[in-house]
């Protein structure tokens, strides 16, 4: 079981920078490959970034390339996802998930490949 706490959101405006973290607790955090998603008002919940239990491998979706960067760290059971450049559609509220590793990025784009969820932190970016 591993429980997922998202915090670092808020209001920014757009070229603005946030970093969001994702506080883990439980067993074998270390294991997990973890992800982000984010869900705009009325649409549906989409993949954004995940890194592999290591950190050797990190996945993007094409509108973030170059512009979001996952990390972690095990020593401290936390992932963080920095957000440069942002533009207002990236608002939404954002959460970080866990789940097994998996040989295809489009294993990590899915919802249902993910065991464990945070609860969300609101991300808002104003033009």
């Known amino acids: 079981q591993v429980q997922l706490v998202e915090s670092g959101g808020g209001g920014v405006q757009a070229g603005g920078s946030l970093r969001l973290s994702c506080a883990a607790s439980g067993r074998a955090f270390s294991s997990y490959t973890m992800g982000w998603f984010h869900q705009a008002p009325g649409k549906e919940r989409e993949f954004v970034a995940a890194i592999s239990w290591n950190s050797g491998r990190t996945y993007y979706t094409d509108s973030v390339k170059g512009r979001f960067a996952i990390s972690r760290d095990n020593a401290k059971n936390t992932v963080y996802l920095q957000m440069n450049s942002l533009k207002p559609n990236d608002t939404a509220a954002y959460y970080c998930?866990?789940?097994?590793?998996?040989?295809?990025?489009?294993?990590?784009?899915?919802?249902?490949?993910?065991?464990?969820w945070g609860q969300g932190t609101q991300v808002t970016v104003s033009s």
């Open positions: 998930a866990a789940t097994r590793s998996y040989r295809y990025y489009s294993d990590y784009t899915k919802i249902t490949n993910y065991n464990y």
